[in-house]
């Protein structure tokens, strides 16, 4: 296989403020360093902060909100208005969110604002008052913040990967499941080790404590993402 040098960067992942950089070379050419390169539609950057996925998806979202303005002009139909936000907005926002969920909450509101543009368009469009509170719009439209989807999804990851639905064995080297010595009215499905706060499998096993308190896992796969998802 010839590799392409000039398609070829080079990414080191650290959070230290000093730390080694060697200078690789390809076909006795030097590799252009970066510091945030997309992989899979996700922009890792070098501290795995993901500003700059955020930034990409938030700018890819109001476009395409203004998109959806224009072509809604004429009329007022909400169901229509969902169909096109849940199919070109709201799957942005939340592709791949396993990966990147670990944002900051600066990061995260800023994600808040797609939502509430779509709530504060929708009641323009079809209520005769838009002056309202956005948690009684989000009541009205029965739309949960976006922020508490991604917590859902990672729920549902993790429940995904126990029950062989996806394939992702570095996922259970961080929690076990969690066996009372006795009886116990409510215990968490999971026992999850001491680990860093924004590991991952870690996150979605907390996940899966809260929302799946009441449900069986291992249940029929539609009522188990209604329950986690709606």
Known sequence: MKLNAD?????????????????????HFTITRTYSVKDLGVYLDSEL???????????????MLGIIHSITFNYSTLGC???????????????????WNSITSTDGNKLERIQQKFTALC?????????????????????????????????LFLVQVYRGSVLCPSAF?????????????????????????????????????VVCRDVDVFGPKTLLMKHILY
């Open 49 to 63: 902060h993901f500003h700059d996925h955020v930034n990409f998806i938030f700018s890819q979202c109001i476009k």
């Open 81 to 99: 208005m969902f169909i096109l936000y849940f199919t070109l907005v709201r799957s942005k926002v939340e592709y791949a969110s396993v990966v």
């Open 7 to 27: 398609k070829t960067k080079v990414i080191t992942f650290s959070r230290k403020t000093n730390y080694l950089i060697y200078e690789y070379k390809l076909l």
């Open 173 to 209: 080297e961080t929690f076990g499941l969690r066996v009372p010595v006795r009886y116990i009215r409510d215990f968490p499905m999971f026992n999850v080790c001491s680990v860093r706060k924004n590991c991952p499998s870690a996150r979605c096993a907390y996940a899966v404590n």
């Open 123 to 155: 009641f323009k469009r079809c209520f005769s008052s838009s002056r309202l509170l956005l948690r009684f719009c989000f009541r009205q439209l029965k739309l949960h913040t976006l922020h508490k989807r991604r917590y859902h999804l990672d729920a």
